[in-house]
Nanobody
Framework: QVQLVESGGGLVQPGGSLRLSCAAS????????MRWYRQAPGKEREFLAA????????TYAGSVKGRFTISRDNAKTVVSLQMNLLKPEDTAMYYC???????????WGQGTQVTVSS
Protein backbone atom coordinates (compact mmCIF):
# COMPACT_ATOMS: atom_id res chain seq x y z
CA GLN A 1 0.00 0.00 0.00
CA VAL A 2 1.46 3.30 -1.10
CA GLN A 3 1.62 6.01 1.55
CA LEU A 4 2.82 9.59 1.29
CA VAL A 5 3.08 11.44 4.59
CA GLU A 6 3.85 15.15 4.61
CA SER A 7 5.32 17.00 7.55
CA GLY A 8 6.99 20.32 8.38
CA GLY A 9 4.11 22.72 7.95
CA GLY A 10 3.27 25.42 10.45
CA LEU A 11 3.00 29.12 11.12
CA VAL A 12 5.81 31.36 9.90
CA GLN A 13 6.26 35.12 9.56
CA PRO A 14 6.58 36.75 6.15
CA GLY A 15 10.13 36.45 4.89
CA GLY A 16 10.69 33.30 6.88
CA SER A 17 11.49 29.74 5.80
CA LEU A 18 10.03 26.29 6.19
CA ARG A 19 11.13 22.89 5.00
CA LEU A 20 8.44 20.38 4.10
CA SER A 21 9.12 16.68 3.86
CA CYS A 22 7.16 13.84 2.31
CA ALA A 23 8.00 10.32 3.38
CA ALA A 24 7.03 7.70 0.81
CA SER A 25 6.48 4.02 1.47
CA UNK A 26 5.04 1.05 -0.39
CA UNK A 27 6.57 1.98 -3.73
CA UNK A 28 9.84 1.78 -5.66
CA UNK A 29 10.70 5.40 -5.02
CA UNK A 30 13.17 5.89 -7.86
CA UNK A 31 10.47 4.91 -10.38
CA UNK A 32 8.34 7.89 -9.45
CA UNK A 33 8.44 11.54 -10.32
CA MET A 34 7.65 13.52 -7.20
CA ARG A 35 5.74 16.79 -7.09
CA TRP A 36 4.52 19.37 -4.63
CA TYR A 37 1.19 21.14 -4.99
CA ARG A 38 -0.75 23.53 -2.80
CA GLN A 39 -4.34 24.55 -2.42
CA ALA A 40 -5.60 27.69 -0.74
CA PRO A 41 -9.22 28.02 0.43
CA GLY A 42 -11.51 28.71 -2.50
CA LYS A 43 -8.77 28.13 -5.05
CA GLU A 44 -7.77 25.30 -7.35
CA ARG A 45 -4.86 23.04 -6.55
CA GLU A 46 -1.66 24.64 -7.87
CA PHE A 47 1.46 22.87 -9.12
CA LEU A 48 4.63 24.11 -7.41
CA ALA A 49 7.61 21.91 -8.20
CA ALA A 50 8.58 18.55 -9.63
CA UNK A 51 11.63 16.33 -9.52
CA UNK A 52 12.19 13.36 -11.82
CA UNK A 53 13.64 10.02 -10.92
CA UNK A 54 17.44 9.87 -10.99
CA UNK A 55 19.22 12.08 -12.00
CA UNK A 56 16.56 14.35 -10.47
CA UNK A 57 15.72 17.01 -13.03
CA UNK A 58 13.61 19.78 -11.48
CA THR A 59 10.81 22.04 -12.68
CA TYR A 60 9.18 24.96 -10.86
CA ALA A 61 6.10 27.11 -11.19
CA GLY A 62 6.87 30.74 -11.85
CA SER A 63 5.28 31.79 -8.58
CA VAL A 64 7.89 29.93 -6.51
CA LYS A 65 10.95 29.75 -8.77
CA GLY A 66 13.96 31.16 -6.97
CA ARG A 67 12.30 30.86 -3.55
CA PHE A 68 11.44 27.14 -3.31
CA THR A 69 13.77 24.20 -3.88
CA ILE A 70 12.65 20.61 -4.35
CA SER A 71 14.97 17.71 -3.59
CA ARG A 72 14.77 13.98 -3.07
CA ASP A 73 16.69 11.39 -1.11
CA ASN A 74 16.19 8.09 -2.90
CA ALA A 75 17.85 6.10 -0.14
CA LYS A 76 15.47 7.50 2.50
CA THR A 77 12.51 7.72 0.06
CA VAL A 78 11.85 11.29 1.04
CA VAL A 79 11.10 14.34 -1.08
CA SER A 80 11.54 17.78 0.43
CA LEU A 81 10.52 21.32 -0.37
CA GLN A 82 12.67 24.10 1.04
CA MET A 83 10.64 27.30 1.08
CA ASN A 84 12.35 30.64 1.58
CA LEU A 85 11.16 34.24 1.50
CA LEU A 86 7.66 33.15 2.32
CA LYS A 87 4.77 35.47 1.60
CA PRO A 88 1.23 35.61 3.00
CA GLU A 89 -0.02 34.40 -0.38
CA ASP A 90 1.94 31.18 0.15
CA THR A 91 -0.59 30.24 2.83
CA ALA A 92 -2.20 26.97 1.76
CA MET A 93 -2.40 23.25 2.32
CA TYR A 94 0.65 21.66 0.73
CA TYR A 95 0.42 18.23 -0.87
CA CYS A 96 2.95 15.68 -2.03
CA UNK A 97 2.29 13.72 -5.23
CA UNK A 98 3.98 10.66 -6.70
CA UNK A 99 3.52 9.65 -10.33
CA UNK A 100 4.91 6.44 -11.81
CA UNK A 101 7.27 7.24 -14.68
CA UNK A 102 5.81 4.54 -16.96
CA UNK A 103 2.21 3.84 -15.97
CA UNK A 104 1.29 7.35 -14.83
CA UNK A 105 -0.38 6.01 -11.68
CA UNK A 106 -0.59 8.79 -9.10
CA UNK A 107 -0.75 8.96 -5.33
CA TRP A 108 -1.37 11.86 -2.97
CA GLY A 109 -0.51 12.62 0.61
CA GLN A 110 -2.97 14.05 3.12
CA GLY A 111 -1.37 17.49 3.13
CA THR A 112 0.36 19.78 5.61
CA GLN A 113 -0.81 23.30 6.40
CA VAL A 114 1.46 26.28 5.85
CA THR A 115 0.37 29.65 7.20
CA VAL A 116 2.40 32.79 6.55
CA SER A 117 1.30 35.61 8.80
CA SER A 118 2.69 38.21 11.13
Amino acid sequence: QVQLVESGGGLVQPGGSLRLSCAASGLTFSNYAMRWYRQAPGKEREFLAAISGPPGFTTYAGSVKGRFTISRDNAKTVVSLQMNLLKPEDTAMYYCNAQHLSSGDQYWGQGTQVTVSS
